[in-house]
């Protein structure tokens, strides 16, 4: 009985030791946040086929010239987006996972960090 009861424990402590080094930081979460943003962009505003079918050439030009920009962070700088996340983000370190509140203009987010992953858990619009 000893040894399954010791066997548990080092397992619970190999488990607690992996969550600890897989913790993702601070710096990791804007990065992620900042990803996210610009991939909604691109789908949401730089859709060349809906805007080639309603503007013909000028739409796809349009378009890929979103996509770019997007993409080359020449509508805002990857360093200035996620200085932005920062300064408007809450991390609840409790070591073995984080919790992340970004508040920006109408939208909250609450997202989990462990495992070296993100999971939204929470979005709150209004």
Excluded: H
């Amino acid at each position: 009985m000893k040894v399954k009861a010791f066997l548990g424990l080092a397992g619970l402590g190999a488990l607690a030791a992996v969550l600890v080094v897989t913790n993702p930081s601070q710096e990791r979460y804007n990065a992620f946040v900042a990803e996210t943003l610009q991939n909604e962009v691109r789908s949401s505003f730089c859709q060349a086929d809906e805007l080639d079918s309603w503007l013909g050439d000028l739409g796809k030009a349009l378009g890929d010239i979103c996509k770019t920009a997007v993409e080359k962070g020449t509508l805002v700088g990857q360093d200035d987006l996620e200085n932005f996340i920062e300064d408007n983000t809450l991390r609840q370190n409790f070591w073995l996972f984080s919790l992340y509140t970004t508040e920006i203009p109408v939208v909250q987010v609450r997202t989990l960090g462990i495992f070296n992953r993100f999971v939204p858990i929470q979005q709150t619009v209004g």
